[in-house]
């Protein structure tokens, strides 16, 4: 099992960018994958970036050329940066790690756009 805990939200105008940081409890070097998802208010959570343990990304068509995540293994973060940012950013953004058959979740930090 693993805790992962979200940092980085905020507000931002349209244009601007920001980091976001998922710290786990334990070590990430062996975990499946990492991912960052994200949800609007009445929208269906969804996949933004995902980071395997070979280093594979994936990347939501909506966010590819402007999003990119990364990890920092010796301390024990994923990271997500989000440039160029759009009102349509908005969101919870979330964490997930995936081990073994089974999710982790983080609470999620919030993300605002302004026009």
């Known amino acids: 099992q693993v805790q992962l805990v979200e940092s980085g939200g905020g507000l931002v105008q349209a244009g601007g960018s920001l980091r976001l940081s998922c710290a786990a409890s334990?070590?990430?070097?062996?975990?499946?994958?990492m991912a960052w998802h994200r949800q609007a208010p009445g929208k269906q959570r969804e996949l933004v970036a995902m980071?395997?343990?070979?280093?594979?990304?994936y990347y939501a068509d909506s966010v590819k050329g402007r999003f990119t995540i990364s990890r920092d293994t010796a301390k024990n973060t994923v990271y997500l940066q989000m440039n160029s940012l759009k009102p349509e950013d908005t969101a919870r953004y979330y964490c997930?790690?995936?081990?073994?058959?089974?999710?982790?979740w983080g609470q999620g930090t919030q993300v605002t756009v302004s026009s």
């Open positions: 334990r070590s990430i070097f062996s975990i499946n994958s």
């Open positions: 980071l395997v343990s070979s280093g594979t990304t």
């Open positions: 997930r790690s995936h081990e073994l058959g089974s999710d982790y």
